[in-house]
């Protein structure tokens, strides 16, 4: 191995051993212990259906990579029809989804309102787009009504773009979709709403928190593919005149090469399942208000109810140090710290998926709240 010339990476080694003193360092590390951090919320990668229906796509012939972008020779019958079951289902890679749409569909004299604590993949097709954005208010209507008021006020004249997650990744709240969509009607704007988290976990069949409002024509709807419907991805819904329009001018849409076929026959199965297994999203919710009686039970704080439980620690160091002392403990938890999150808010991010029960949510509070001596948070 040759040594370190400090001339050229210098300052990468600076800026990591400042990561370090800042308690903000990350490393990857395995897999190990009871899943309390992953996204997995339904637990179908490791469904008999799911390795069937793959295992049969691959003896079939089914290729493993497309050979080219959707537009050229990728563009696979295993993509169409997985389309064209999405289109059924919700009538009508999660990061570049946002980027590729944000990137593309507003444009310049457009104005984005973004809510606070949005995905970073958003903020950074906010940045990188045609369009002005401006930040609002997390969950905060009045926050959107007042921003976009301010932007007309200063002679703005494009079209409204309101930007939100249906679930948040880190606090677990839900965004007021009744009171958004009222916005939007009053300014003749569009709302496009990211499902990640709540797609196969809120909504019947799963079809997300967005499916009351699916036939409105200035909704666009984000679906991430790789967290409950366990595969990869994203599928996007959106009006027909919006996807020909991203079809032909989507940057990532156009050069990138298209997703594997497998795993759009991952994609369509997971749909399938959720249909003819609603016992999943029962079990899931069961599971949840247990948690939640339980956290109440130890004198824990009021949460919003979803499966994402944040446990708000503050302090870098002592967030990292107490994920530490519970995986050591067998729980797979794991901190969570700036930019990620605000600065003084690190966390705990608890996720409640089915490949736990009961007990072993019991044992995990149990841990949690002996680490911290019952600290209420």
């Not at 029962?282 to 599971?287: F, H």
Request: charged share 25%; aromatic share 6%; proline share 5%.
């Amino acid at each position: 191995m040759h040594p370190i010339d400090s001339c050229k990476v210098g300052n990468y080694v600076a800026a990591l051993r400042a990561l370090e003193a800042d308690g903000r360092l990350r490393r990857l590390r395995p897999r190990a212990g009871t899943d309390f951090a992953s996204n997995d919320y339904l637990a179908l990668p490791s469904t008999p259906r799911m390795r069937k229906a793959i295992c049969a796509a691959l003896e079939e012939g089914t290729p493993v990579g497309a050979g080219g972008s959707r537009l050229l020779r990728g563009n696979c019958e295993e993509h169409e029809a997985v389309e064209a079951e999405a289109a059924r289902f919700f009538f009508g890679s999660g990061y570049l989804a946002n980027f590729a749409v944000l990137t593309t569909l507003p444009q310049r004299g457009d104005l984005l309102v973004i809510d606070s604590l949005v995905h970073a993949s958003i903020h950074e097709g906010t940045r990188a787009g045609r369009a002005e954005f401006r930040t609002s208010g997390h969950n905060d209507p009045q926050s959107v009504e007042d921003t976009i008021r301010g932007w007309r006020a200063q002679g703005g004249a494009g079209r409204i773009w309101i930007v939100v997650e249906s679930l948040y990744s880190m606090d677990g709240d839900f965004a007021p979709l009744d009171e958004l969509m009222a916005i939007a009607d009053r300014h003749d704007a569009f709302i496009m709403v990211d499902e990640a988290h709540a797609t196969g976990v809120y909504g019947k069949q799963g079809r997300g928190l967005t499916a009351p409002y699916e036939s409105r024509e200035n909704l666009l709807v984000v679906h991430t593919c790789g967290k409950a419907l366990g595969a990869a991805g994203a599928l996007v819904t959106a009006s027909g005149v919006l996807r020909d329009f991203a079809v032909n001018r989507c940057r990532p849409f156009i050069f990138a090469t298209a997703p594997s076929p497998i795993m759009a026959i991952a994609v369509r199965e997971a749909l399938l399942i959720l249909e003819d297994e609603p016992e999943r999203q029962d079990r899931l919710s069961k599971l949840v208000a247990f948690t939640h009686r339980e956290i109440g039970a130890r004198g824990g704080q009021s949460l919003s109810g979803s499966q994402i439980v944040p446990y708000i620690v503050g302090d870098n160091e002592r967030a990292m140090w107490l994920a530490s002392r519970l995986q050591s403990r067998g729980y797979d938890i794991r901190g969570i710290r700036p930019p990620t999150v605000p600065a003084g808010t690190a966390r705990l991010r608890i996720s409640l998926t089915l490949n736990v029960v009961e007990d072993h949510v019991r044992g995990m509070l149990d841990a949690l709240f002996e680490e911290t001596r019952g600290e209420a948070r």
